[in-house]
Each structure stands twice: as C-alpha cells, then as structure tokens.
C-alpha cells in the first residue's frame, strides 16, 4: 500500500491555494475559497489514497477529507 497524498487549501496573500504536502509551489490558485475546496476534493479524489486539508484563513485547519481505503475505524 502506498502512503496516503494530502492536499491543503490555504489563504496566502488574498488568494487561496491548493498545493500537496511537500511541494514548494501551489498546483493552483483562486481568488475565493469555494473554487479552491472544490478542485482540492476532485484532486484528492483521484489518488489511490487521498486527503484534503482544508485551513481557515488564520491557518488553523477547518476540516479534513479522506477518500479511497481509509483507515477507520481502525481494527480491534
């Protein structure tokens, strides 16, 4: 099994970004949060094993998406 891809929304300079953990650009950028949620999910969502991150504008994370074999519940 590979390792799961995770992708965050983030707000940066009045903008908002989609960008994948590790990487040092964003993949994409969008002027409002909506379109950027909507393309992160449909990224994610097409990995083997995705998530979304999806932060508030003072960076705390809002909510979390996985997608495809999630771990939980876990076992036992």
């Known amino acids: 099994m590979g390792k799961r891809e ?12 989609v960008k994948k953990q590790g990487a040092n650009r964003a993949r994409k950028v969008f002027e409002n949060k909506k379109e950027a949620v ?11 094993k995705g998530q979304l991150i999806i932060h508030k504008k003072d960076g705390k994370i809002q909510t979390e998406h996985t997608y495809k074999k999630d771990p939980y519940p876990p076992k036992g």
Do not use: L
Request: proline residues 4%.
């Open 6 to 17: 995770k992708y965050h929304v983030t707000h940066d300079d009045g903008n908002w970004k």
């Open 38 to 48: 909507d393309y992160g999910r449909e990224v994610a969502k097409s990995e083997p």
